[in-house]
Structure formats: structure tokens, C-alpha cells
């Protein structure tokens, strides 16, 4: 690189050397920072006089390794192939060998000369230059040895009538590392002070010329400098990461421009020249440097000083040194490349040391806890101050998906607890964080959590936590344990506890109701029966796990309520991806399930799985995704119950499930029974091994399922048996709501299958009493029980009136299922055209729902045999659909109802349900009413798909 912008430095030289020509030697300092070009002036100026001049020059560096090596540099003065510097060393060595070992005394860094051998080899380099002009120089003095050092301040009196010039480059210091003030060269009266500042874009401009077009040179010398500050030695190293530089020729246009300029300092070689400037900068703007790269964006002036402890003014200096290297600019490093590679440098032995200062000084000064705990960790270690900002940064971490980060933070926050409470604590923060997303890896801190109960270092809500963890694993007796040494005292209580105790009551009452509650119920605002059933005047905003619970239980224990879709979208609008809130969505979501909100339910589901997966909690993800496949089920989509069953269990081991398993596993054994997987669901029944007595709400779920599952495949004593086990213990827990657990109904199909229709008619009659007996699915499938249990005379309106609920109830597959049967009760009163028809429809609905065994019952009893299953195709050229209200008529006529019957069922009058019927056979041209089931269906189908399904002739 040619010497830019050091025109003046150069005269300077070149005078100082014209004057020692003339015996008017003298001494120069060129100072300045590291990378600013010291070395490069001074060799080019050594060559300058050595070939034009015909001066001798005899050379010196001074090295970090040298630096405590006596004489290291002089050695290097005298070891020159030149004439005179033989005679100098052949000289210097018969000196020193005749001189006694010292009569200056000593330092810690080395021995001096003996004061006459000094002036022997001063007046040896005086004689030297009497023929030719001597250079002396020296580069990097500040790392020459003592001895040395103390040569060239004595020579450098000398020199003032000789034909000598020295010359040495020293780099400026801050205060804080001048180590030998007695010494300090730039105080000498006798020497000319050189500085060397750093090039200005103009400069860096007029280097790029010589390789760039103009307005290429122009658009990175702006960006060079910006980034290195002007010091040459970065500029060379930007220049080597412009291609077209690197290849030595110019640029051929704006793109190439672009893309040197994007990639002019984002190389890890630009990274390690800075990192070795920064080297050879000094202890103290090395560490500078080094704590403002551990202090990240809170590398202020004022923070950098006290984790390097030093006063205000040493700190301001070390950062004007950096700023002035191009190294760091604003309170930050010019390219984040620089501080990564501090950061990562192998002789920054006391990284963890600063890192930790720097997190005491950032917690000194408020920073965000987070801030504070990322220090800490990178130190590794921590201190007692620590802990809690380490135990709030978990808490934060947690509510943004970042579990890993949480337990890394608490497990540093648990080694420096200081008393017995404390580590309780912590450690039962930190059992919570690792169950989070592996729950089975909680399980190492259960006994030693509840070891801290019993002594009494654990108590309140953080000993509630304990509770969930000793259900899942099956240890009853050890969590009711646990809610009596916390509850023990109650009157003395605080709000905090109290409320914890409720809430864990209501988890308690929702999820393990076997779990007896050892203490008097307590009363909160959230758990009365009172508040509950204020209706709309109650305002039920957050996210509390609470709030979710009571909504659940309201509708486990009196069926659906009105305010279940106000409470439910306010809470569920209030969630927050953290444990607690999805663990509240999912008792809403259930909630919203059991009420027969089915879109409501699976559109909440979807968004908040969504946020789950965003957020990085796989576990509640899968969670979630299981709690969809039960709104799935129970709506009547095997298929898409069955996708999304099986993908949560894939999800997560059965150790990550727990009890919760009995979820996933029961709404996947009630999928394949819908869908004809018997082999399936009878292997998932030995695989999953869940039978037995139900001890939570999911495992009466499963044992439910386990009971159609045997209906399914005839085994119709097993299904009463398993269908009268739920009732029992449904009742015995309050949660005796069809909405949730049809089991009567159920019961009802395996008695009649055994002949029992009186026994089943009761148990319908007893169900339409129970809460929620009376929604549209409830009392659609009991109509159907009681249609077949009843007299003939009576079964047609019984199943016309139980597929007008199930049509208006969503559930596609009991809609089904009431269609198989109206068509075999037309067919056996004779009516075989309607049967057909009804037929058409129910195949349809089978079909969409895949229910194999619908489709295999209208098979072997359709009178048209082969034909109803294997249809012709005949596609529609009608493109006209059927709006919602012609749907809703033309399905009733279908089924057979009179129009007087249509319009009552639909609150309208005769005369409208004519004008609908007349704009139907219209829209679909038919002419009779014995048409429309096979046109219906091809029109319902054009609706959901855009185009007409094969058609049955």
C-alpha cells in the first residue's frame, strides 16, 4: 500500500535527517495507535534513506516476547550484515564480556549496562557515522526490554552532534498502562514527536483509485472508513474482502459495486486482523474491548470502567482509543464480527470472571433481568446477588418458550440459594421449568421437593406446584399429603395460598375427581357456586388456570350454559404462550366441546396450536392437537379425528403423556370404531394397557370409548358392563352430563341389542332429565334408541324428528347413522321409494364421515343390491345451488316430513315452504318430490366441493 495523507510526517523525517547529516543529530517519535501505519512509515523511510541517501540503518523491533529479555533489543541493532554494525557487535560483545555482572543496579524487568560500557558504545555509533549518516531505528518501542530501553534514552543524548538520527515508533497509551513514567520517552525535551492519525475517507478514496472506477472508489472509500475508522492496517483488510479488489482489477459496474460493498466486513478474516490489532493495543484497550464485547449493548463508558475497575477518566480514555482504531463506534463494535471474535478469542482467559463482573454491574445499574441472567450463565458461575433476577429472567423465559433458557438460569440460581427456604424454592421452580416441555424429567425432583415439605422449607403455592407432578406420576396419596401440611392452619393463610389451594381444588375437581380434597372447601370469588351462576354480570377476563377450571367444572357439573361462550372467548382471548394459559385453554376448549360449540372450539384450537408451535412448546402442541381430535370425534369427523389422534400420540412419548394419555388413546380407539378399524382399536386397546377402574377425567373418557369400541364388534354384555362402570362413576363424580359422557344412550343400543327395549327406554327418559339431556346431538341420538325400542307405528316420526336435531346438531356421523335407520324403517313399512332415497342421502354422510360399517349395513340391506354401492356417473350441467333456507326445506321433504311439519319445525309458514319448494324443483329440475334425496345430495356435495359428485341412477 503507498503512503496516503503522511506528506507531513515524511518532511518532518526527512529534515530531521538533513540536520544529523549536518551533526545536528536528533531523535523522533512517531506515535500513534495501534494500525495507524507506525511501522509502515518507518520501514519505508528506513529503505528511502538506506538506497537514496546512503545511510546506514541498523534495525530493531521490539516484542511482546523479547520484552523481558536483557539487551533483546540492542542484539537486534547490532545483528545487521553491514560493516559497521559487525564492528559494533564484535565490539559491544568484548565490553560487555570484560564488564563486572552490574554497577546500575537492577529492575524487575531486567539488568542496565554498566554506565562506561553505555558511553564505550555511544561513542562507538559516533565514530560509525563519521563515514556515513547512522539511522537508528527502532519499531514498537514500548516492547522493548529495560536494558535497551535505557541504552536509547542514554544514546539519544548523544546523538545531538553526531551524524545519528533515531527514530522509534511508540504506540500512544492510555494512563492507566504507562509502565515506566520515570522513562516516559514522549516527556524527553530533545525529541520531535511525530503523530500519525488515521486516514480520512478522502485518503482511503485516493488507495481505492488505484484499483476502482471513480464513483466505485467514491461509494466505498464512505463505507471503509465507517467502519474502519481510517486505521490502514483495517482498510487493508476491507480491501481484501471487495472481489474485485482482491482479483486486481476494477469494478465493471454498479452490481459488482453492491455486492463488494455488502460484503466489505462480514468475514471472519476482517474479524481476526481487528482481533490482532486489538492485541497490540495494550492490556488496557484490549480489556476494554474485551469487557465492552461481554457487556454487549450496555457497553457504556461508565459500565466498561467499573468492570475493568478503573476511574471514569481511564475508561473514557480506553473507549476514545477504540473509537479512534475504528474498532468501536457509539457504545459498540463497528461490525458485531469483531465482538464475536473477542469474545471468542482463546487467550481471553478471564472471560467468565468479566462476564460476571459485567453481570453485577448491569444488575447495579437496573438493567432487565434477562440481561443480567444471559452474563451470568456466560460466566457460568454465579453469586448469591444473583439469584433472584436469575430466577425472574427464568420466569420470563418461560412465558416466551424458552424453557431450555429457564433451567439453565435456575439451575445457577439454585447453587448460590443461601438458606433452606430459598433452595426449596428455587428447586421447585426449577422441577416446573424441566417439566415444561419433558415432564418425565421432572420427576428427579419429586422426593426431594417433598422432603422439603415435610420439614417444613417448602410451603405455599410453591408447594402446590408439587401437586400436579406427584398426580401425573400416580402418587395420590403423596400430593394429598401435600395439600394438608400446606393447608394446615388455614385461618393463618395468606391471599396467595389461599388462592393457590383453591386453584388446585378446581384442577383437582376437573382432571383426578378420585382424588379426595383433605380440607374444607374454600371459598374464592372465582370458585362459589354464587359467582358461577351470575351469568353475563360476571366479568371473566385473564388467563388464570382458575378461571379455565371453573368454566370446565360449570358445564362437568350442570351441562351447558349460556355464558359458556362469553366466559370462554374472554378467557381464551386473554391466553399467553406459557404453561399456565395453555393449560387454561385446554379446560375452555373442553369447556366449549362438551357444550356443543364445536366451530368455536375448533377454531380456537387451531389458533392456539398455532401459538404453541410459534413459540416453541412442542409438548402443549401436541396437547392441543389431542384436545382437537376430541372436538373432532365428538362432532362427528373420524377421519380428521383419527389424523390428528395419531399425530399427537407420535408426538410425545407415553412418559411425556402421563395419565393424560387416556386422551389421544381414547379418541383414537372411538375413531377407528367408527371407521371400521376393529383390528386397530382392539390392538391400541393391548397396546395402551389403560383399563381398570378410571382415577381421572380422561381415563373415564377412555373406558367410554373401550365400551363403543365393544359395541362395535358385538360384544354387547362387555359394552353394557363398561357403558354402566362410566355411569356409576360419573355420578359419583358430579359429572353425570350426557354432553360430556352419553353413556345412558349408549347403554340403551347394547340392551336392545339384547332385547332389553324397557330397561332402555328408561335409561332414555332418565337422560333427557340430566342437564344438557336435551341438545340437539343428545336428543337426537336418544330419539333414534327409543325409535327402535318403541312401537313400529311410531319409529318413522321418532327418526324423522331425531335427524332434524342431528341436522341442526352439525354431528354428520349419528346424522348418518339415524338416515341407515330411517331407511330400513321405510323399507319395512313398504315405502321403498322413500327408502331409497333416505338411503342415497345416508351413504352420502357415511361416505364423508368414513364410516365403513354404515356404508357395509346399507349394503346388505338395500334392496337394489350392487346398484346403491356401485353408482354411474352422471354429472350435473346445473350450476344453480340452494341457499341455506332451500337446504334447510328441501332436506325435511327428503326425509319425508309434510309441509305443514316443515314449517313448524322451521317456525314458518306453509305458504313459505311451498314458494321454497316450487324454487327447488325449479333449481334442480325435478318434477315430484320422490326426486329430490339423489338430486340433494348431488347439490349438497356441489356446495361443499364446487363440482357434482357420481350420481346413483
Known amino acids: 500500500m503507498n503512503l496516503v495523507e503522511r506528506d507531513s510526517q515524511w518532511a518532518a523525517l526527512g529534515d530531521l535527517f538533513s540536520a544529523a547529516v549536518r551533526r545536528e543529530g536528533g531523535t523522533a517519535v512517531i506515535h500513534g495507535l495501534p494500525g495507524?501505519?507506525?511501522?509502515?512509515?518507518?520501514?519505508?523511510?528506513?529503505?528511502?534513506?538506506?538506497?537514496?541517501?546512503?545511510?546506514?540503518?541498523?534495525?530493531?523491533?521490539?516484542?511482546?516476547?523479547?520484552?523481558h529479555v536483557p539487551g533483546g533489543t540492542l542484539r537486534q541493532l547490532f545483528s545487521g550484515p553491514h560493516r559497521i554494525a559487525t564492528e559494533l557487535r564484535e565490539r559491544a560483545g568484548a565490553l560487555l564480556g570484560a564488564a563486572p555482572a552490574a554497577d546500575a543496579g537492577s529492575t524487575p524487568d531486567g539488568v542496565a549496562l554498566p554506565s562506561w560500557v553505555t558511553a564505550e558504545l555511544c561513542a562507538l555509533i559516533d565514530a560509525a557515522s563519521s563515514h556515513d549518516p547512522l539511522l537508528i531505528a527502532v519499531d514498537d518501542l514500548h516492547h522493548a526490554d529495560e536494558t535497551s530501553y535505557r541504552f536509547l534514552l542514554r544514546l539519544m543524548h548523544t546523538v545531538r552532534t553526531s551524524r545519528v538520527l533515531v527514530v522509534v515508533t511508540e504506540r500512544t497509551s492510555v494512563p492507566a498502562e504507562r509502565?515506566?513514567?520515570?522513562?516516559?520517552?514522549?516527556?524527553?525535551?530533545?525529541?520531535?514527536?511525530?503523530?500519525?492519525?488515521?486516514?480520512?475517507?478522502?485518503?482511503?478514496?485516493?488507495?481505492?483509485?488505484?484499483?476502482?472506477?471513480?464513483?466505485?472508489?467514491?461509494?466505498?472509500?464512505e463505507r471503509i472508513h465507517r467502519t474502519s475508522g481510517g486505521s490502514p492496517l483495517l482498510v487493508r483488510a476491507l480491501m481484501a474482502e471487495l472481489p474485485d479488489m482482491a482479483a486486481g482489477r476494477p469494478a465493471d459496474g454498479p452490481?459488482?459495486?453492491?455486492?463488494?460493498?455488502?460484503t466489505l466486513a462480514a468475514t471472519a478474516s476482517f474479524a481476526r486482523t481487528a482481533l490482532s490489532l486489538l492485541h497490540r493495543s495494550g492490556p488496557t484497550i484490549l480489556n476494554a474491548a474485551r469487557a465492552a464485547a461481554v457487556l454487549g449493548s450496555s457497553s457504556s463508558e461508565l459500565n466498561i470502567s467499573r468492570v475493568l475497575g478503573l476511574d471514569r477518566d481511564e475508561g473514557s480514555a480506553a473507549l476514545e482509543a477504540l473509537g479512534t482504531m475504528g474498532v468501536f463506534q457509539e457504545d459498540r463494535f463497528a461490525h458485531p464480527v469483531v465482538g464475536t471474535a473477542v469474545l471468542q478469542d482463546p487467550s481471553f482467559a478471564e472471560r467468565d470472571a468479566m462476564a460476571l463482573a459485567a453481570a453485577r454491574v448491569l444488575y447495579e445499574c437496573g438493567a432487565a433481568d434477562i440481561t443480567v441472567a444471559q452474563r451470568v450463565v456466560a460466566a457460568g458461575q454465579a453469586e448469591p446477588w444473583a439469584r433472584l433476577p436469575l430466577i425472574h429472567a427464568a420466569e420470563e423465559m418461560l412465558r416466551t418458550g424458552h424453557a431450555r433458557s429457564a433451567v439453565r438460569f435456575l439451575e445457577?440460581?439454585?447453587?448460590?440459594?443461601?438458606?433452606?427456604?430459598?433452595?426449596?424454592r428455587t428447586m421447585a421452580y426449577l422441577a416446573h421449568a424441566t417439566g415444561r416441555d419433558n415432564p418425565s424429567e421432572q420427576t428427579m425432583y419429586n422426593d426431594p421437593l417433598l422432603g422439603h415439605v415435610r420439614d417444613g422449607s417448602l410451603t405455599g403455592r410453591c408447594a402446590l406446584t408439587l401437586v400436579r407432578h406427584l398426580l401425573r406420576?400416580?402418587?395420590?396419596?403423596?400430593?394429598?399429603?401435600?395439600i394438608q401440611r400446606v393447608g394446615a392452619g388455614r385461618s393463618k393463610l395468606d391471599p396467595e395460598t389461599t388462592t393457590a389451594l383453591e386453584q388446585t381444588r378446581q384442577f383437582l375437581r376437573v382432571y383426578y375427581p378420585s382424588t379426595p380434597w383433605p380440607l374444607p372447601d374454600i371459598r374464592t370469588p372465582f370458585g362459589s357456586r354464587h359467582a358461577q351462576r351470575r351469568g353475563t354480570a360476571r366479568s371473566f377476563t385473564g388467563s388464570s388456570p382458575q378461571h379455565g377450571a371453573v368454566l370446565l367444572k360449570l358445564v362437568l357439573d350442570e351441562g351447558p350454559q349460556e355464558i359458556v361462550i362469553q366466559w370462554g372467548r374472554q378467557i381464551l382471548e386473554a391466553i399467553r404462550p406459557d404453561e399456565r394459559s395453555l393449560e387454561t385453554a385446554v379446560a375452555v376448549?373442553?369447556?366449549?366441546?362438551?357444550?356443543?360449540?364445536?366451530?368455536?372450539?375448533?377454531?380456537?384450537?387451531?389458533?392456539?396450536?398455532?401459538?404453541a408451535s410459534d413459540h416453541g412448546i412442542p409438548r402443549w402442541s401436541s396437547i392441543l392437537t389431542a384436545v382437537r381430535a376430541e372436538t373432532a370425534i365428538r362432532r362427528g369427523d373420524p377421519p380428521a379425528s383419527l389424523t390428528m389422534a395419531e399425530t399427537a400420540l407420535k408426538a410425545l412419548s407415553p412418559e411425556l403423556w402421563g395419565v393424560g394419555v387416556g386422551l389421544p388413546v381414547a379418541t383414537l380407539l372411538q375413531a377407528y370404531t367408527d371407521t371400521g378399524r376393529h383390528d386397530e382399536a382392539q390392538a391400541l386397546l393391548l397396546s395402551q394397557r389403560l383399563s381398570g377402574p378410571a382415577r381421572t377425567r380422561f381415563g373415564l373418557i377412555h373406558q367410554h370409548a373401550r365400551g363403543r369400541h365393544y359395541l362395535g364388534t358385538g360384544r354387547h354384555y362387555a359394552a353394557l358392563d363398561a357403558f354402566l362402570a362410566c355411569g356409576e362413576t360419573a355420578m359419583a363424580w358430579g359429572f353425570d352430563v350426557p354432553t360430556f359422557l352419553p353413556w345412558r344412550s349408549d347403554a340403551a343400543f347394547a340392551l336392545l341389542e339384547m332385547g332389553e327395549a324397557d330397561e332402555a327406554r328408561r335409561l332414555i327418559h332418565e337422560q333427557e332429565q340430566r342437564p344438557g339431556g336435551t341438545s340437539s346431538t343428545v336428543r337426537g341420538i336418544g330419539l333414534r334408541a327409543l325409535a327402535r325400542a318403541g312401537r313400529a307405528g311410531d319409529r318413522l316420526a321418532l327418526l324423522r324428528e331425531s335427524a332434524t336435531h342431528l341436522s341442526n346438531s352439525g354431528n354428520q356421523l349419528e346424522l348418518a347413522r339415524t338416515l341407515v335407520a330411517l331407511a330400513h324403517s321405510y323399507r319395512h313399512s313398504g315405502e321403498h321409494s322413500k327408502a331409497e332415497m333416505v338411503a342415497h342421502q345416508a351413504r352420502f354422510r357415511a361416505s364423508e364421515c368414513g364410516a365403513s360399517p354404515l356404508l357395509g349395513e346399507l349394503d346388505a340391506a338395500s334392496e337394489s343390491g350392487p346398484a346403491l354401492c356401485t353408482p354411474l356417473m352422471r354429472h350435473s350441467t346445473n350450476s344453480e345451488l340452494l341457499t341455506d333456507a332451500e337446504r334447510r326445506v328441501a332436506e325435511l321433504a327428503a326425509l319425508g316430513s309434510s309441509n305443514r311439519e316443515i314449517a313448524r319445525k322451521l317456525h314458518v309458514t306453509v305458504s313459505t315452504v311451498e314458494q321454497h319448494l316450487t324454487r327447488i324443483y325449479r333449481k334442480l329440475r325435478i318434477k315430484r318430490r320422490s326426486e329430490l334425496p339423489r338430486r340433494l345430495t348431488r347439490n349438497r356435495f356441489a356446495q361443499d366441493t364446487g363440482r357434482f359428485p357420481e350420481a346413483v341412477s
Not at 187 to 210: K, T
Not at 412 to 424: E, F, G, K, N, Y
Not at 473 to 482: F, K, L, S
Open 36 to 67: 495507524c501505519g507506525r511501522s509502515e512509515l518507518l520501514s519505508a523511510f528506513s529503505e528511502h534513506l538506506a538506497q537514496e541517501k546512503g545511510a546506514v540503518v541498523l534495525k530493531a523491533v521490539g516484542t511482546p516476547t523479547e520484552s
Open 179 to 221: 509502565p515506566l513514567p520515570e522513562l516516559d520517552l514522549l516527556a524527553f525535551q530533545h525529541a520531535h514527536r511525530i503523530p500519525l492519525p488515521m486516514l480520512s475517507p478522502a485518503g482511503i478514496r485516493r488507495i481505492l483509485a488505484d484499483g476502482l472506477a471513480p464513483d466505485e472508489a467514491d461509494h466505498h472509500a
Open 255 to 262: 452490481a459488482a459495486d453492491r455486492t463488494g460493498a455488502e
Open 412 to 424: 445457577l440460581a439454585h447453587t448460590v440459594s443461601p438458606t433452606d427456604q430459598d433452595r426449596a
Open 473 to 482: 406420576d400416580g402418587r395420590e396419596q403423596d400430593a394429598v399429603e401435600v
Open 589 to 611: 376448549l373442553q369447556a366449549l366441546t362438551y357444550s356443543e360449540h364445536y366451530d368455536l372450539a375448533e377454531q380456537w384450537g387451531a389458533r392456539l396450536q398455532a401459538v
